[in-house]
């Protein structure tokens, strides 16, 4: 385990390391030229009861595990507009399974342009060469029979062009983006795994209140895999309509609201085509200022990690956070996760596979720089496939160090 004051003296020696003449320390920043500096450092120690997610029937491996995570963002503006970098590294090292030890590196890009009092463009790009453990993603209900995590490479590019003053009574958002997976392995079962999804759209809003908005978002997505030989290729278009309102009554409730149409077609001809009802739902409730109230759901589809053509998603969370006193908080969330592999022409049923998520933590901010948090996680999933279900637990403690 590391130590939390020898986190605090690596992150005091790599700023000692830079010259005097180039550098001024502000308040949990570094200046550099044009550039704020701002470095953090997140590490925690953790008991997990199921690392390789190995399902109820099966020996489960348990272990300490410790994940140190140092993060930097350069940021500056351009003309007045905002612009940062980012990278953020992540080990996790389990003490009795080194071979689900891993490490993760994230980077990001974003800017937010106003052009004038009616035009303004956002853009981001993401970059990561992550991992999935054992029995999660594509290894779900086999965690025990592979060796090491999957390890995959993945990318974001995306942008919004909106058009609108804030005082005008619509506005109109043009929006598109493309992201790309390529899991590492070369074997055929991972390869026709290897996908890209482009995606372009538009959301209208038109205020019909003094603080509601009618919606209309409409997005279509091209999904392509790289490799689909010796299998009927998963090729889509697919076709999402929402309409709704977003709202904020008072000062303490906002939310949105928006249902719709979902139309995924497949290239290939054995494969059928999909007709749905997808919905985005949000509320957040904050009856005093301490306390606040979230509540969320949605459905769309999702591409498939194993059996199927591909995935009817479901997702419901709702949670807690509270502020006991000026430095002490704390948050609970229950989530549930409905997957529903779809098959097609197959003797089998559709596999429903359902997800519980418990989470709670403790959180205490000792000093403006330093901030703890006991937490606890139950994952406990069932389906519908004898492979696939298990229950896990993780509980334990996390440190911030910031400038």
């Known amino acids: 385990m590391l130590r939390w004051t020898r986190n605090i003296a690596v992150m005091s020696a790599i700023c000692a390391t830079a010259p005097t003449n180039v550098f001024a320390q502000e308040a949990g920043r570094i200046e550099a030229g044009q550039f704020d500096i701002i470095p953090s450092l997140n590490s925690s120690m953790s008991y997990v009861d199921n690392v390789a997610y190995a399902r109820d029937d099966l020996p489960e491996i348990y272990s300490w595990r410790a994940i140190f995570s140092p993060e930097v963002i350069a940021a500056t503006e351009l003309d007045g507009n905002p612009v940062q970098f980012g990278y953020r590294l992540e080990r996790g090292v389990y003490f009795s399974s080194s071979a689900d030890d891993y490490t993760d590196h994230f980077f990001e890009a974003s800017g937010d342009f106003e052009l004038n009092s009616r035009h303004r463009v956002n853009a981001l790009a993401q970059y990561e060469d992550g991992h999935e453990d054992r029995g999660t993603g594509f290894s779900l209900g086999l965690g025990t029979n592979i060796a090491t995590p999957d390890r995959y490479k993945s990318t974001f590019v995306g942008g919004e062009y909106m058009y609108g003053a804030a005082s005008s009574d619509g506005m109109i958002t043009f929006k598109a983006n493309r992201q790309t997976l390529?899991?590492?392995?070369?074997?055929?079962?991972?390869?026709?795994?290897?996908?890209?999804?482009?995606?372009?759209?538009?959301?209208?809003?038109?205020?019909?209140?003094?603080?509601?908005?009618?919606?209309?978002?409409?997005?279509?997505?091209?999904?392509?895999?790289d490799n689909q030989q010796g299998v009927t290729t998963r090729d889509s278009d697919e076709t999402r309509i929402l309409v709704g309102v977003t709202w904020e009554t008072t000062a303490a409730t906002t939310g949105f609201a928006k249902a719709g149409y979902k139309e995924k077609d497949f290239k290939a001809a054995t494969r059928s085509t999909f007709y749905g009802t997808d919905w985005e739902v949000g509320v957040e409730w904050q009856p005093v200022s301490y306390s606040t109230f979230k509540f969320s759901t949605s459905a769309d589809t999702r591409e498939t990690n194993g059996e199927g053509n591909?995935?009817?998603?479901?997702?419901?969370?709702?949670?807690?956070?509270?502020?006991?006193?000026?430095?002490?908080?704390?948050?609970?969330?229950?989530?549930?996760?409905?997957?529903?592999?779809?098959?097609?022409?197959?003797?089998?049923?559709?596999?429903?596979?359902?997800?519980?998520?418990?989470?709670?933590?403790?959180?205490?901010?000792?000093?403006?720089?330093?901030?703890?948090?006991?937490?606890?996680?139950?994952?406990?999933?069932?389906?519908?496939?004898?492979?696939?279900?298990?229950?896990?637990?993780?509980?334990?403690?996390?440190a911030e160090v910031t400038l």
């Open 182 to 225: 390529d899991y590492d392995r070369s074997e055929q079962a991972y390869l026709i795994r290897d996908r890209v999804i482009s995606r372009a759209g538009a959301e209208l809003a038109y205020r019909i209140g003094s603080a509601t908005n009618m919606v209309l978002d409409v997005t279509q997505s091209y999904v392509r895999y």
């Open 310 to 398: 591909f995935i009817r998603g479901r997702d419901y969370t709702a949670s807690w956070n509270h502020e006991w006193l000026e430095r002490l908080s704390s948050s609970v969330s229950i989530a549930k996760i409905d997957d529903e592999y779809v098959l097609t022409d197959s003797v089998l049923a559709n596999r429903d596979d359902e997800l519980m998520r418990y989470s709670a933590a403790l959180n205490y901010n000792a000093r403006r720089w330093l901030s703890f948090s006991l937490f606890y996680q139950l994952d406990d999933r069932d389906s519908n496939r004898a492979l696939i279900g298990y229950d896990r637990n993780v509980v334990g403690i996390s």
